[in-house]
């Protein structure tokens, strides 16, 4: 759970007016030599403002501390007891999880989803150069279509197609998994139910939404698949606000218990909206 808002700029004020506090008493001092009566009674009120503020950021910390050892100790509970929670939620279910940044989350959320009684069928992990190898594709075989995004949604389509239909052409999936661009684990080609897509970035050049994530999410809805967004909440630059654009329902905390309870609770009752604790989110949990 991210430290409040609140600690931040209490922090932030009480700094500038330790150095303010400072800067005016020594400019003061420089310039006049003195200090009159009523340039004292401002400096005592801003040391005063000083002492407040201290005990103020001191408190929130102590509550930001008590805050977290709760939300520790709820999802130890959690943690401890997900198998009962959970257990044949999601028995039937057939789900491919597509991780479009390298997070390393994906096999946590396998054992989870297995746990709930769903079938991961395989796990996708697109891997750092893909969409340069996707442009180079459509420069080497010469694709028609004129727009850059056309191109690089064909080429997308037809990597999907070769995971999930027996009749798909493999030869890209091949290409790519032989350069390097993407690793895929499970037992395909077969049409999942539901992928769950994990994207979410680290770096500047890592934040590939635009070129990768949404024309996976318009390819798996042209073929009537469920797709649920899903990051985690440590990522620096967040995909969830392109989801949410997508209409997709997303989970903005998924490498937490309290994510994975919500990601198979959505799945299971078919809950629409985005949960997680950002400000991106619309309640914690889909209840």
Known sequence: MPINDKFYI???ITIFLTL???IFIGVTITDNDVINEEQKEFIDKLELDFINLRETNRKSMQEII???RQINSIEHFLKNFSEQILGD???GKKIALIETN???ISEEIKAILEMSGAEVIGIIDILPGLSSGILSHTEKNSIENSKVDDKISLVIGQL???LFYPDGNKNILQLFQKENLLTVIGNFPQKPDYVILIGGASKEEDYKVTMIDLPIINKLKADKVNV???EPS???LSYITEYKQANLTTVDNIESILGQISLVLVIEQGIKGNFGIKDSSERLLPY
Do not use: D, P, Q
Request: proline share 0%; net charge positive; charged share 20%.
């Open 10 to 12: 209490v922090s932030i």
């Open 20 to 22: 303010g506090i400072g």
């Open 66 to 68: 008590k805050l977290r």
């Open 89 to 91: 939620r999601l028995l």
């Open 102 to 104: 390298k997070h390393n």
């Open 160 to 162: 999907l197609e070769g």
């Open 228 to 230: 649920i967004g899903a």
């Open 234 to 236: 440590t990522c620096n």
